[in-house]
């Protein structure tokens, strides 16, 4: 088994495209919240970039070759929402050398769609506006 350093969206696109697989990503942007009715504490530490929640805006699935590298993500990705604060990752592999169908991949962008808002997160990787992995803590 091969181990691996991510320290950036592009380090991932880079696996991705080493899969023997064909494969899509599935990637969700997503915008930090206040939860629906936060105390006062909450709303400070929100405004002070703490705290809120993930909720899902927009879903988008991509060949790891049809993205050059994140840079290229961020000017897709305005054409689903420029307001979002992270983007969570999963990878949908192929099977005998074919892209998963247009059911399996909607099917799998609203999975990971249900599973931001129900706080299920810990399949995906996340990755700010920056391309750096994000570490989300929950409480």
């Given amino acids: 088994m091969s181990t691996f350093e991510l320290n950036h969206f592009d380090d991932f696109l ?3 495209r080493s899969q023997p697989e064909p494969q899509k990503l599935i990637l969700v942007l997503a915008r930090r919240e206040l939860p629906h009715g936060h105390t006062e504490q909450q709303a400070r530490d929100f405004e002070n970039g703490h705290g809120g929640h993930l909720a899902p805006l927009a879903g988008i699935d991509k060949r790891p070759d049809e993205l050059a590298n994140f840079s290229a993500l ?12 992270a983007v969570f990752v999963a990878a949908l592999p192929g099977t005998d050398g074919k892209l998963p169908t247009p059911k399996a991949i909607d099917d799998a962008i609203e ?3 249900h599973a931001i808002r129900n ?4 399949n995906f990787l996340a990755f700010d506006r920056k391309g750096t992995p994000l570490q989300i803590s929950h409480g």
Avoid at 119 to 122: A, D, K, L, S
């Fill in 74 to 85: 961020v000017e897709e990705a305005k054409q689903a929402s420029d307001e979002w604060d």
């Fill in 111 to 113: 999975k990971v769609i």
């Fill in 14 to 16: 880079s696996i991705a």
């Fill in 119 to 122: 706080g299920m997160i810990n």
